[in-house]
């Protein structure tokens, strides 16, 4: 549960972007794998990793605000 109703919009925000980011990151790197492109598979590895990066600190976030 969100900790203040004003952070849910922030919150849904930095979800969707980051699932987004992770799954055309995977889809790049299947693609770059596929066609024997090293900067596509380079891509989509920035991509998945910059799409962890917001889920996780999204996670890190939402535990922190948490009431004990």
Do not use: C
């Not at 770059?32 to 910059?50: C, H, P, R």
């Amino acid at each position: 549960m969100a900790a203040s109703a004003s952070n849910g919009p922030v919150f849904l925000v930095k979800k969707l972007a980051g699932l987004v980011l992770l799954v055309l990151g995977v889809l790049l790197i299947a693609l770059g794998l596929a066609e024997g492109s090293t900067w596509l598979t380079v891509l989509g590895v920035i991509l998945a990793a910059g799409g962890a990066v917001l889920l996780a600190l999204k996670i890190i976030q939402r535990n922190q605000a948490a009431p004990p």
